[in-house]
T-cell receptor, first 108, second 115 residues
Framework: QKEVEQDPGPLSVPEGAIVSLNCTYS??????FMWYRQYSRKGPELLMY????GNKEDGRFTAQVDKSSKYISLFIRDSQPSDSATYLC????????FGQGTELSVKP | EPEVTQTPSHQVTQMGQEVILRCVPI?????FYWYRQILGQKVEFLVS????????KSEIFDDQFSVERPDGSNFTLKIRSTKLEDSAMYFC?????????????FGPGTRLTVL
């Protein structure tokens, strides 16, 4: 079983839609959970981080962590074409373990 | 304002040649990380470096790789004899100022092409 699994997509939605991105993981020792956004051939940009279980909101973005299910989510409300990118989940136990990344396309 | 910059942005080299990739922090950092991303694949951890010593390395980080902080500011990743499969984006990362080392800020990356 892979440590972190993420559906690679691609995911295509119309502008204004609510987007749900998800990852599962196997290592119960992970404590920090991150979401990064990456544009082609650029460095990952940290969007949100959450420590342990719970929800965190930042503008149109909401991160959720369910440690009992080993499942994390990122919701994007009122999606915009500028949100089109690859979204990476990452878990931390010192070093970061990344998911495959989900390619998102928001169509005007 | 980025926490780190990386040079060069793109490096083309012949197989068997040595390459040095550089990471320049904006402010003093004790922790550094190197990651790589082969085109179309996930970001993979290579090595972590704390207070001028390697603290952890992955299976990828074999004897062909080395890291240094040669002058107390720049942080380098050296690949001694490049192979075709070393072609990838290489990122350095540091913890965000004032936050846990688990939250890492990535540089823009160096694209390494081995011919």
């Amino acid at each position: 079983q892979k440590e972190v699994e993420q559906d690679p997509g691609p995911l295509s939605v119309p502008e204004g839609a609510i987007v749900s991105l998800n990852c599962t993981y196997s290592n119960s020792a992970f404590q920090y959970f991150m979401w990064y956004r990456q544009y082609s051939r650029k460095g990952p940009e940290l969007l949100m981080y959450t420590y342990s279980s719970g929800n965190k909101e930042d503008g149109r973005f909401t991160a959720q962590v369910d440690k009992s299910s080993k499942y994390i989510s990122l919701f994007i409300r009122d999606s915009q074409p500028s949100d089109s990118a690859t979204y990476l989940c990452a878990m931390s136990g010192g070093k970061l373990i990344f998911g495959q990344g989900t390619e998102l396309s928001v169509k005007p | 304002e980025p926490e780190v910059t990386q040079t060069p942005s793109h490096q083309v080299t012949q197989m068997g040649q040595e390459v040095i990739l550089r990471c320049v922090p904006i402010s003093n950092h004790l922790y550094f990380y190197w990651y790589r991303q082969i085109l179309g694949q996930k970001v993979e951890f290579l090595v972590s470096f704390y207070n001028n010593e390697i603290s952890e390395k992955s299976e990828i980080f074999d004897d062909q790789f080395s890291v240094e902080r040669p002058d107390g500011s720049n942080f380098t990743l050296k690949i001694r004899s490049t192979k075709l499969e070393d072609s990838a984006m290489y990122f350095c990362a540091t913890p965000l100022a004032g936050l846990s080392t688990d939250t890492q800020y990535f540089g823009p990356g160096t694209r390494l092409t081995v011919l």
